[in-house]
Structure formats: C-alpha cells, structure tokens
C-alpha cells in the first residue's frame, strides 16, 4: 500500500467518525428539543389558569352543556379552547410526533374530560352536526377518535356513532 493509500484511507476513517459522532449529537439535541416540548405542553396544563379552571369544573360535573351554552359564552371558549389544546395533542400522537411514553403524561387529564358525559354529549353533537351540515370532520375529530377508540366501551361507541338521541342517549342540541 502506498502513502497516499494509507492517507486516503486514514482520511475516510476520520470522515465515518465525524460523521458518527455528528450523528449522535444531533439525536442527542433532538431528544432535548422533543423533551423541551412535551414540557412545554406539561406546563400549560399545569399552570394556565383557564385549562386548569376547566378542567376543575369538569372533574366536579358542574353543569355547563345545557341550553345555555353556546353563542360565544365564556364557558363555550373555555370548553373549546381546553379540548382544542387536547385535540392538538391526540394529533400530535396520532402523527407519531408524541411517543406513547410521552402521552401517557397527558393521557390522565384527556380521559378524565372524555369520561365526563357533558363532554360527551358536546363532542357527539359537534360531530354529528359537522357529518350532517358540512360533510367534514369535526375541529375536534382527534380527541372525539380518541374518545371512541379509548374510552367508550363497544356499546357506548355503537350509541355514539348512531346521530338518533334515542338511540345514542344523548340531547341533541344541535340542528343536524
């Protein structure tokens, strides 16, 4: 083998090797970024006080789908705005941008509003108002997959799925 052989060589090896290590410091970055964001996620939960107050009054069944709800009302944004934010991150799960490690931190307060019967009943008429009126998905098709995927059993997913309140169990306050 020549010099120049053994210098092309030598060369090629520092080349893997750079290239082997430039590849573990960007997984390594990666991992923190992703890391960064699910707190970031794991901090509005926490710390924003209209989730928190939403998600306070959800978990003590105060009443807030009735009759009154709806036209823009305080509650009606609060409602949307905290299953906005859950319906942003069952897509971020569904995509495979959030790792199931990673949902598990979120899953607890998703099941615990999709458990409620009022959030039920809401997401059941949202989207069997937006089936019927728009031919579309409903803006929060992510966490209504996710409640009858996850949460409700074969029965209740049936109910669910029919847009008949007789059958479905729910009040339909929607025009659909």
């Known amino acids: ?12 090896v520092v080349t893997i090797i750079g290239g082997i290590f430039a590849l573990i410091q960007w997984r390594k970055s990666n991992k923190i970024r992703q890391a960064e964001f699910i707190n970031q996620i794991i901090t509005k939960i926490r710390t924003d006080k209209s989730i928190a107050k939403t ?8 009443i807030w789908y009735d009759d009154k709800f709806g036209n823009g009302s305080e509650i009606e944004m609060e409602i949307d705005s905290l299953f906005s934010f859950f319906t942003y ?7 495979k941008n959030i ?14 509003v999709c458990s409620d019967k009022q959030a ?3 997401l059941w ?3 069997h108002w937006s089936k019927k009126q728009l031919n579309a998905s409903c803006s929060f098709q992510n966490l209504v997959d996710y409640l009858r995927n996850k949460v409700l059993n074969a029965e209740e997913k049936r109910r669910f799925n029919s847009s ?7 009040t339909k ?3 659909f």
Request: aromatic residues 14%.
């Open 164 to 170: 008949d309140s007789k059958v479905s169990g729910y």
């Open 55 to 62: 998600i306070y009054m959800i978990d003590n069944e105060n």
């Open 120 to 122: 039920q009943e809401y």
């Open 1 to 12: 083998m020549e010099t120049r052989d053994i210098i092309s060589l030598i060369g090629l």
């Open 99 to 112: 790792k199931d490690n990673e949902f598990c931190i979120f899953e607890y307060e998703i099941k615990r």
């Open 125 to 127: 008429n949202l989207y």
């Open 173 to 175: 306050r929607l025009n």
């Open 89 to 95: 991150i069952c897509y971020l799960h569904d995509t």
